[in-house]
């Protein structure tokens, strides 16, 4: 592996950069989005930093149902994000539509639109759940990069 | 120089939840702007149709995450009022000690995100944290962190003991502590001083006309609060007052929701020292006779009106929410205009902005996929043909 790849590997493992954007959610686990990131959770000890645009994101976190007037626009933010990029869907809602499902102007599920890394159940999910989420995806990013370079 | 008009939303950062305002710009100057929403509208009234009492609770919680015991409440008050159920003197204690659990945790959330669209994040850090010490309590009492479902039909669906009742005052007495000192930072902080006074202008005539709500209106020197003017629950046995401010600007938006919460702490205190003994609910039967209500509710952020028709089955003819956003929302134009960009977000903030609560109204033309608008005498005569089918007439001829 060349030393510019093992630069790149370590930045993205150690500080994943995350842009958080409601589809259409109640709001409970968008207070327990930033709840995590306050004092008592403190998620940015692992590196976790919210970013305000998604051109500078490595992972989308997305709450709520995909609603009809969003799905185009959950979309195009999906396409401006650098590769490789990640979803994180969090609550239920967002992993498949939760209480919503069958509303005449509710899509489903996060998946139904873009491609989802990892999925956070819960109703509204609790800020543990998504540190634990978000440990999981570090995990499992460190892992297939590993296993990317052993193949090489 | 030339006008140009700039989109703000649905994605930025200094909005938390998907809504789109086109501003009018000349230089740094505000000259216009719209507000645009639909963005959340998820289909809860529709989708209310076609549940039963007992499932509505759950899904009129999920209109919204830090309004949610509000809008049950009130959807509740409506439906024990066409059933003439007697709610027990406890439950309904439980009620307003959870409502007023709520406001806290509300207001706490809000004076962060306002601290945070001024730029003040060390405030936000310090706010979220103590707002844990709620949340605590709300977990204690019902056993979720955001979502409580401590209300049922007739009732509450948990009773509270002498140790839990120990523990929140416990925790209601270090938040006093502390919103001293958030009292003394509100008013005397020179950064918020210098970046919430006279921003957002809303003089107490476009307060009235605009019909702003709750603490907005509340800031503009407008005398309005349910829980004075036609007490639910056990408002009217409690004793607490109305916070008005008139300096009709931002700043009077900070200093009457930190001064709510010292108010809210006071009717903690009172709720829990004189706990009402008995049951804490009442059977109500699965089927709700027909008729009609309407319930008036004072949410953190204003006055939350829920409509239920019922007829004759357990599944309600017609639910209808006005959220207080909605209502909140006709003054921002106003408060906008002349101001500078760099006060936008911080301005909308001001009327802690709900758009859960407020994006269930919209018209979506299936046949052609375009939505429509309708101007005012069409939705009017929309809405009469639209009842009248149903068997309601509100018109007045």
Request: hydrophobic share 40%.
């Amino acid at each position: 592996m060349k030393i510019k790849e093992k630069i790149i590997l370590w930045s993205r493992l150690k500080s994943p950069w995350i842009l958080h954007f409601n589809t259409g959610a109640c709001n409970g686990c968008d207070i327990e989005i930033v709840d995590a990131l306050t004092p008592k959770y403190d998620v940015e000890r692992f590196g976790l930093v919210l970013k305000a645009t998604p051109r500078h994101a490595d992972v989308l976190v997305v709450s709520g149902p995909v609603t009809r007037q969003q799905a185009k626009r959950l979309k195009r933010i999906y396409e401006q994000m650098p590769e490789p990029k990640f979803v994180l869907a969090v609550g239920a809602c967002a992993c498949s539509g939760g209480v919503f499902d069958g509303c005449y102007s509710v899509l489903g599920g996060l998946d139904k639109i873009i491609p989802v890394s990892a999925y956070i159940p819960g109703c509204p999910v609790r800020p543990e759940a998504i540190i634990d989420g978000v440990v999981k995806l570090i995990g499992a990013l460190e892992s297939g990069a590993k296993k990317e370079i052993e193949a090489k | 120089m030339a006008k140009i008009t700039i989109p703000l939303g649905p994605q930025h950062p200094a909005l938390k939840e998907p809504e789109n305002f086109m501003l009018v710009l000349d230089g740094e100057q505000i000259c216009d702007a719209t507000v645009n929403l639909g963005y959340n509208h998820r289909g809860i009234e529709k989708a209310a149709e076609n549940r039963n009492y007992i499932q509505d609770i759950y899904l009129l919680e999920r209109i919204c995450g830090i309004c949610s015991h509000s809008h049950v409440s009130c959807y509740i008050g409506c439906v024990e009022e066409i059933a003439k159920v007697e709610v027990p003197q406890r439950a309904k204690a439980i009620r307003t000690l959870v409502a007023e659990l709520e406001r806290i945790h509300s207001h706490l959330l809000w004076l962060g995100v306002a601290a945070y669209e001024m730029g003040f994040e060390t405030m936000f850090m310090y706010t979220w944290r103590d707002r844990e010490q709620v949340l605590d309590c709300l977990e204690m009492l019902s056993g979720n962190r955001v979502h409580y479902g401590i209300n049922t039909l007739g009732g509450v669906r948990r009773d509270i003991n002498a140790q839990q009742a120990k523990e929140i005052i416990k925790k209601i007495n270090y938040l006093e502590e502390r919103t001293k000192y958030y009292v003394n930072l509100a008013t005397e902080e020179p950064t918020v001083l210098a970046r919430t006074q006279n921003v957002g202008k809303l003089p107490y005539k476009v307060a009235l006309e605009r019909n702003a709500l709750g603490p907005t209106a509340r800031a503009s020197g407008v005398k309005m609060d349910v829980r004075k003017q036609e007490p639910y629950f056990i408002y009217d046995k409690l004793d607490f007052e109305m916070i008005t401010y008139d300096s009709e600007d931002v700043f009077g938006r900070v200093v009457v929701r930190v001064l709510e919460l010292v108010e809210s702490y006071k009717i903690i205190k009172q709720v829990l020292s004189a706990l009402p003994e008995g049951a804490i609910s009442v059977k109500v039967p699965w089927k709700i006779p027909a008729g009609e209500s309407v319930f008036r509710y004072e949410a953190p952020r204003g006055e939350d009106i829920h409509y239920v028709k019922s007829n004759g089955s357990e599944i309600p003819e017609r639910v209808k929410v006005r959220a207080p956003t909605l209502s909140n929302f006709q003054s921002i134009p106003y408060m906008l205009k002349g101001d500078y960009l760099a006060d936008v977000p911080i301005t909308i903030a001001a009327i802690d902005p709900c758009m859960s609560c407020t994006d269930r109204a919209v018209v979506y033309d299936a046949k052609n996929g375009k939505t429509r608008t309708f101007d005012w005498e069409e939705l009017r005569k929309y809405s009469i043909e639209f009842y009248k089918k149903k068997g309601v007439n509100f018109s007045t001829k």
